[in-house]
């Protein structure tokens, strides 16, 4: 399982320091389709650089996928999910703003915020 | 009426609609609009635009009232000089339908210069039993459209939602006496058949207030059962509702469930759209 692989990685590797207490704990909180580096950093209590760093090894060694998430501007919430920036259209519409009937609900790519997180792979 | 409010007013419904009532298959919009004004009487467009008046999008106020609607209940509920251009009673129901003169006072920002614009604003009042529907249609928020894509900011709305609603309550006040209908009891228990699922929900809690929206597609409800089972037993605020029938007319709504506000922003293809929905939610509240 990915999951299991995943933390075996993070016991292996060099600096980290064995993973033990909070094992069950990650198994049981994540969701394996949005797992946010600010997760893993606070499940383990890492700095922030190293869970990132984590994440990135998990994704060379095919236990997650990155994805992009395109946030809303105004509203926050992940209009559309892609696997590179390459996969982002021009223009994305937000339907929680326009049926909030905000005077703006469409947005250009670079008025999109990215939110980076991962997938475990199944 | 002049041609140029008979089109701002058709303007008002789906094109699809207003194509398909006059058969003008392929027209674009504005020539559609256009060839309805030059051949149509005043009368046809006007029982167009009470008959569709629920494909609009439009806002929704409902109301309890003090009293049953029955004989003496006023022939002109908004009261004034603003009288219904359409009147009818069915049975024990009502029905209103007004375009009430609305002028806007703008600024043309790129000249600048002051400007004006009137539109005939329709509004639907139906009232049955002890209840009363106050029904807005939304008017275009980019007024710029009518000066050539120029933009605009508006200074002054001559007549809004709130002025004609405290109009209404002081014409039926006592007797009648409207008050904002809570309807949280039949939103729920339409969500509970699963009629429909949330993408974006506001509620309150003891002593804070909750935004939960959720991300992509994803629904309340059938991804997060916790939030769920949290909300359904606190006073719903601004939630908005994506109807699960893909086949159903209405998409979207959004309600303010203790104050009896649903708004539709979106047209219905079909008049029943909206109105079925408003009737299931009142059925079970």
Redesign the interface.
Same mark, same amino acid.
């Given at each position: 399982m990915s999951l299991q692989r995943f933390l075996n990685l993070i016991d292996k590797t060099p600096g980290i320091g064995p993973f033990l207490a909070k094992r069950e704990e990650i198994i049981e909180h994540t969701d394996p389709d949005?797992i946010y580096v600010e997760n893993i950093r606070a499940f383990f209590g890492f700095p922030f650089k190293v869970a990132a760093f984590l994440c990135e090894l998990a994704v060379r060694q095919r236990l997650f996928v990155r994805k992009f998430?395109l946030t809303c501007p105004q509203?926050?919430?992940?209009?559309?999910?892609v696997d590179s920036e390459d996969d982002i259209p021009n223009e994305v519409a937000c339907?929680?703003c326009?049926?909030?009937?905000r005077?703006k609900y469409t947005f250009q790519a670079q008025e999109l915020e990215r939110l980076i997180f991962y997938q475990l792979v199944r | 009426m002049t041609r140029n409010e008979l089109a701002r007013l058709l303007n008002l419904y789906p094109v699809d609609l207003l194509r398909a009532t006059w058969d003008l298959n392929n027209l674009h919009k504005d020539q559609a609009v256009a060839r309805i004004v030059k051949d149509s009487p005043e009368p046809a467009i006007l029982d167009f635009a009470a008959k569709h008046h629920p494909c609009t999008r439009q806002h929704v106020y409902l109301f309890d009232l003090a009293s049953p609607v029955e004989n003496g209940f006023p022939s002109n509920p908004i009261g004034g000089n603003i009288a219904p251009v359409i009147r009818r009673v069915v049975g024990g129901r009502r029905e209103y339908f007004f375009c009430v003169d609305l002028k806007f006072a703008i600024v043309l920002l790129n000249v600048p210069r002051h400007d004006h614009i009137e539109f005939k604003w329709p509004i639907f009042i139906l009232a049955e039993d002890r209840v009363l529907q106050i029904k807005f249609t939304?008017m275009e $928020?980019d007024l710029g459209a009518y000066f050539d894509g120029a933009p605009v900011s508006v200074r002054v709305r001559s007549v809004d939602e709130k002025s004609i609603i405290q109009s209404v309550k002081e014409t039926l006040s006592p007797t009648w006496e409207p008050s904002p209908m809570d309807i949280n009891k039949g939103i729920k228990a339409l969500w509970e058949q699963d009629f429909m699922d949330s @993408?974006?929900a506001q509620w309150k809690n003891a002593k804070s207030t909750t935004i939960e929206?959720?991300?992509?597609h994803l629904m309340i409800k059938r991804e997060r059962q916790d939030v769920y089972n949290t909300l359904v037993n606190a006073p719903l605020l $601004?939630t908005?509702f994506q109807v699960r029938d893909d086949e159903s007319p209405v998409s979207?709504?959004?309600v303010d469930a203790g104050s009896g506000i649903i708004?539709f @922003? $979106?047209f219905s293809m079909r008049p029943e759209g909206t109105t079925d929905v408003i009737a299931k939610i009142l059925e079970l509240n």
């Amino acid at each position: 399982m990915s999951l299991q692989r995943f933390l075996n990685l993070i016991d292996k590797t060099p600096g980290i320091g064995p993973f033990l207490a909070k094992r069950e704990e990650i198994i049981e909180h994540t969701d394996p389709d949005r797992i946010y580096v600010e997760n893993i950093r606070a499940f383990f209590g890492f700095p922030f650089k190293v869970a990132a760093f984590l994440c990135e090894l998990a994704v060379r060694q095919r236990l997650f996928v990155r994805k992009f998430g395109l946030t809303c501007p105004q509203c926050g919430k992940i209009l559309l999910s892609v696997d590179s920036e390459d996969d982002i259209p021009n223009e994305v519409a937000c339907d929680v703003c326009e049926a909030n009937e905000r005077d703006k609900y469409t947005f250009q790519a670079q008025e999109l915020e990215r939110l980076i997180f991962y997938q475990l792979v199944r | 009426m002049t041609r140029n409010e008979l089109a701002r007013l058709l303007n008002l419904y789906p094109v699809d609609l207003l194509r398909a009532t006059w058969d003008l298959n392929n027209l674009h919009k504005d020539q559609a609009v256009a060839r309805i004004v030059k051949d149509s009487p005043e009368p046809a467009i006007l029982d167009f635009a009470a008959k569709h008046h629920p494909c609009t999008r439009q806002h929704v106020y409902l109301f309890d009232l003090a009293s049953p609607v029955e004989n003496g209940f006023p022939s002109n509920p908004i009261g004034g000089n603003i009288a219904p251009v359409i009147r009818r009673v069915v049975g024990g129901r009502r029905e209103y339908f007004f375009c009430v003169d609305l002028k806007f006072a703008i600024v043309l920002l790129n000249v600048p210069r002051h400007d004006h614009i009137e539109f005939k604003w329709p509004i639907f009042i139906l009232a049955e039993d002890r209840v009363l529907q106050i029904k807005f249609t939304t008017m275009e $928020k980019d007024l710029g459209a009518y000066f050539d894509g120029a933009p605009v900011s508006v200074r002054v709305r001559s007549v809004d939602e709130k002025s004609i609603i405290q109009s209404v309550k002081e014409t039926l006040s006592p007797t009648w006496e409207p008050s904002p209908m809570d309807i949280n009891k039949g939103i729920k228990a339409l969500w509970e058949q699963d009629f429909m699922d949330s @993408p974006q929900a506001q509620w309150k809690n003891a002593k804070s207030t909750t935004i939960e929206t959720m991300d992509e597609h994803l629904m309340i409800k059938r991804e997060r059962q916790d939030v769920y089972n949290t909300l359904v037993n606190a006073p719903l605020l $601004k939630t908005q509702f994506q109807v699960r029938d893909d086949e159903s007319p209405v998409s979207r709504f959004v309600v303010d469930a203790g104050s009896g506000i649903i708004k539709f @922003p $979106k047209f219905s293809m079909r008049p029943e759209g909206t109105t079925d929905v408003i009737a299931k939610i009142l059925e079970l509240n």
